[in-house]
C-alpha cells in the first residue's frame, strides 16, 4: 500500500514538549481537576487498540457471503444488521452498507474530516485521513486506486461514496473465486479493512 | 468488560482482538490521549458525537494541511472553552513544560 501521508516521525528530543501535546495535557488535567472526567484513558485507548476494529467488520462480511438472507438485511438496514452482530456504538450509528458487484466498484472516503464507522473498521488509518486522500478519491479515483495498487477495470463502474454527513459507509467487496469450499470462519481471515473501504479488491 | 467505560463504548466490547490492523494510527501518545478525552468527555455529557465532530471539520478546513490530531486537539479545545469547561487562561497555566516519565 503506498501510503500518502507525511511522516512526522519522532525527530523531536525525546524531552521537548510539542505546543499542542501540552495543549491536550492541560485539557486534560483541567477537565480532571474539576472532576468532570474520571474515568482511565489509558483504558479507553486501550479498548480501541484492542477490541474496536476490522476484524469486527470482517466478520460481518464473511456472515453476509454465507447467508443470503443476512446479505439481504444488512444491505436494507446496515446498522441493524451490523447490531445483530453485537457490534455498534459512537461513528456507527447509521450504517449503509454498498455492495461490490462485477458492474460496480465503491470507494468511501471523507472528503471534510475522518468519518469513519469505528465499530466495523476501528480507527482510521493515516492515509484516510490526509488531504490528498480526500480530495483525490472524489477527483480522480481511478488514478488514486491505480497509484495504491488497485486497478479497477475500465468497464467497472467508481462510485464513490463521501461519508462527510450522518452516514457511515462499509464496502461489502465481492467473495472471491475459489472460496466456495471455505467455512464462514476462515473467510473472516480473508476479508481485509481496505477492502472495506474499497482501496483493494479481493 | 471494563465497567468504567462509557456505556456506547462498552457495547462494542465483545470481538476479540482485532489487534493486527496492519498499522499504527497514533504517531505520539498525546494523540490517542486526545482521542480518549474527546469521546470520554462527550459521553459523560450525553453530548451527540456531532458536537465534537463538526468542531474537528471546522478545524482542519482552518487549517487543512496540519497535522490531523492538532487539528483534533483544536477541536476538542474549542468545545471545552465553549461549555465553559475551562478558560483560556487556565488553560495555559495548566500546561506542562516538559513531558512527566513514563
Known amino acids: 500500500m503506498t501510503t500518502v501521508e507525511h511522516d512526522h516521525g519522532n525527530e523531536h528530543h525525546p524531552d521537548e514538549l510539542a505546543p499542542i501535546e501540552a495543549r491536550v495535557a492541560a485539557i486534560e488535567t483541567v477537565l480532571v481537576e474539576k472532576g468532570i472526567i474520571d474515568v482511565d484513558f489509558d483504558a479507553v485507548v486501550r479498548h480501541f487498540e484492542d477490541n474496536v476494529g476490522p476484524l469486527n467488520g470482517a466478520k460481518v462480511v464473511a456472515h453476509a457471503w454465507t447467508d443470503p438472507d443476512y446479505r439481504a438485511r444488512l444491505l436494507a438496514d446496515g446498522t441493524a444488521a451490523i447490531a445483530e452482530l453485537g457490534f455498534g456504538g459512537p461513528e456507527g450509528d447509521h450504517m449503509v452498507v454498498v455492495e461490490n458487484t462485477r458492474d460496480v466498484h465503491n470507494l468511501v472516503v471523507c472528503t471534510l474530516c475522518s468519518c469513519y464507522p469505528w465499530p466495523t473498521l476501528g480507527l ?44 457511515r459507509y462499509l464496502v461489502l467487496p465481492m467473495r472471491p473465486d475459489g472460496t466456495d469450499n471455505m467455512t464462514e470462519e476462515a473467510l473472516v481471515g480473508v476479508v481485509t479493512r481496505d477492502s472495506m473501504i474499497g482501496v483493494e479488491r479481493l | ?11 462494542m466490547d465483545d470481538a476479540p482482538l482485532p489487534r493486527d490492523n496492519g498499522e499504527l494510527v497514533f504517531d505520539a501518545p498525546w494523540e490517542a490521549r486526545a482521542l480518549a478525552i474527546a469521546v470520554t468527555l462527550v459521553e459523560k ?40 469547561l475551562a478558560t483560556c487562561a487556565g488553560l495555559d497555566a495548566a500546561a506542562p513544560t516538559e513531558r512527566p516519565p513514563l
Open chain 2, 45 to 84: 455529557l450525553g453530548l451527540p458525537w456531532d458536537a465534537f465532530r463538526l468542531r474537528l471539520m471546522d478545524a482542519i478546513a482552518d487549517d487543512p494541511d496540519r497535522p490531523y490530531y492538532e487539528s483534533w486537539g483544536a477541536a476538542l479545545e474549542s468545545l471545552v472553552i465553549e461549555l465553559e
Open chain 2, 1 to 11: 468488560m471494563t465497567t468504567e467505560l462509557p456505556h456506547h463504548i462498552a457495547l
Open chain 1, 124 to 167: 482510521p488509518p493515516k492515509w484516510y485521513k490526509s488531504p490528498a486522500y480526500r480530495s483525490r478519491a472524489v477527483r480522480e479515483p481511478r488514478a488514486l486506486l491505480a497509484e495504491m495498487g488497485t486497478i479497477v477495470p475500465d468497464d467497472v463502474e467508481i462510485r464513490v461514496w463521501d461519508s462527510s454527513a450522518e452516514v
